[in-house]
């Protein structure tokens, strides 16, 4: 593990989706083909952004929270194998939540 952590200011740690290797019917795809995918979970994140008055504003998500990442922007890192995205809390475009039927 390479320990980073995205522990400044609205900045956010994400290790992107991987796409699947091989179609529901054992084909498998090769790299050219799959799609990169535009989701991901929350690594690390920083305490917020501050403002004029020198208020902290938080972020809008938490570490282990599923995320919609836009298609282009953010900082791609590769560490240990694995591609992750350092973005800004604004740039997030929402967050997946589990919906429960009462």
Not at 44 to 53: E, Q, T
Request: hydrophobic share 35%; charged share 25%.
């Amino acid at each position: 593990s390479s320990g980073i952590n995205a522990e400044y200011g609205d900045r956010i740690l994400v290790s992107r989706a991987v796409a699947a290797a091989k179609t529901k019917g054992g084909i498998m795809l090769p790299e050219s083909s799959q799609k990169k995918l535009n989701e991901g979970v929350v690594v690390s994140c920083g305490p917020g952004a501050v403002d004029a008055d020198g208020d902290v504003i938080p972020v809008s998500v938490s570490v282990g929270d599923k995320v919609l990442l836009p298609e282009y922007g953010g900082t791609k890192l590769n560490l240990d194998d694995e591609e992750y995205l350092l973005i800004r809390d604004s740039e997030i475009l929402g967050k997946f939540v589990k919906v429960t039927s009462e």
